[in-house]
T-cell receptor, first 116, second 113 residues
């Protein structure tokens, strides 16, 4: 049981390049999330997926796209990377079942991305 | 949307001393509250959570937190800090009607020998 896994762990891009960050969970959770973490700002939600086939914008979605490939996998794509996207990216998952139910999120180890 | 403030960016305590990390939230109804810990280069680990009921919640590693509605606070406490507690601590607030969990900026804890 690996929990939430992310690849790659580190990545360096040049401005304008594209890349996809991968995330997978083996806990049969229905909700998945992408956050970015910047110094002094905590974690900010980029996109989330409440269930397979649905995605929604979070607090800072500009410059990103996501795909919920299946229940296990949720990818984050940078189409044209910018230096402002230099950050640590975390994927998370939870067993959110809708309505007023709520459960804690489980986090992956993160991807450290540098855009030059 | 809900929001969280952690007033202390950095706290230093001596090993064996007590610890209190502050967290204030903004939300119109009863929030869902969390404390996470992040060791350097690692992901976030849940310490404890409050959804409803008893306002004093116990977590892992000897931590506890108290929900005070009148003060909009959810402060984290530990009676005796260990060197291994040095890390960054994040308070977070969720709401029952959305998936948008908001995090505070974090408090970095340094433990002196």
């Amino acid at each position: 049981n690996a929990g939430v896994t992310q690849t790659p762990k580190f990545q360096v891009l040049k401005t304008g390049q594209s890349m996809t960050l991968q995330c997978a969970q083996d806990m049969n959770h229905n909700s998945m999330y992408w956050y970015r973490q910047d110094p002094g700002m905590g974690l900010r939600l980029i996109y989330y997926s409440a269930s397979e086939g649905t995605t929604d914008k979070g607090e800072v979605p500009n410059g990103y796209n996501v795909s919920r490939l299946n229940k296990r996998e949720f990818s984050l794509r940078l189409e044209s990377a910018a230096p402002s996207q230099t950050s640590v990216y975390f994927c998370a998952s939870s067993m959110r079942t809708g309505g007023s139910s709520y459960n804690e999120q489980f986090f992956g180890p993160g991807t450290r991305l540098t855009v030059l | 949307a809900q929001s969280v403030t952690q007033p202390d960016i950095h706290i230093t305590v001596s090993e064996g001393a007590s610890l209190e990390l502050r967290c204030n939230y903004s939300y119109g109804a009863t929030p869902y509250l969390f404390w996470y810990v992040q060791s350097p280069g690692q992901g976030l680990q849940l310490l404890l959570k409050y959804f409803s009921g008893d306002t004093l919640v116990q977590g892992i590693k000897g931590f506890e937190a108290e929900f005070k509605r009148s003060q909009s606070s959810f402060n984290l406490r530990k009676p005796s800090v260990h060197w291994s507690d040095a890390a960054e601590y994040f308070c977070a607030v969720g709401a029952p009607n959305n998936n948008d969990m908001r995090f505070g900026a974090g408090t970095r804890l340094t433990v002196k020998p």
